[in-house]
């Protein structure tokens, strides 16, 4: 069983910011890539931030300069400070974990349940 909980969400104006938290538990033998998505209300689910064991990131356009991606190896963390928020950052973020679990030690990639980040104009 593997399970990621994600936390930080809620309300905030445009410009102010929030920090993302999500926390991967369970039988993990390694995790590759971590990443945040976000979904907001009819529109389809878009990444917004990749990160790799080692380090590298990337980011959607949209968040370059705004967004950090940063990740804690050892309490199997990935954190998403957002920074200038606009009202078009509005919707549901979701992390995952790409990587090797127990105990078929194939490569899955799980999702969390996704925490809500609304900003207000």
């Known amino acids: 069983q593997v399970q990621l909980v994600e936390s930080g969400g809620g309300l905030v104006q445009a410009g102010g910011s929030l920090r993302l938290s999500c926390a991967v538990s369970g039988s993990i033998f390694k995790i590759n890539r971590m990443a945040w998505y976000r979904q907001a209300p009819g529109k389809q689910r878009e990444l917004v931030a990749t990160i790799t064991s080692g380090g590298s990131t990337n980011y959607a356009d949209s968040v370059k300069g705004r967004f950090t991606i940063s990740r804690d190896n050892a309490k199997n963390t990935v954190y998403l400070q957002m920074n200038s928020l606009k009202p078009e950052d509005t919707a549901v973020y979701y992390c995952?974990?790409?990587?090797?679990?127990?105990?078929?030690?194939?490569?899955?990639?799980?999702w969390g349940q996704g925490t809500q980040v609304t900003v207000s104009s």
């Open positions: 995952s974990a790409r990587g090797t679990y127990y105990p078929e030690l194939s490569e899955y990639n799980y």
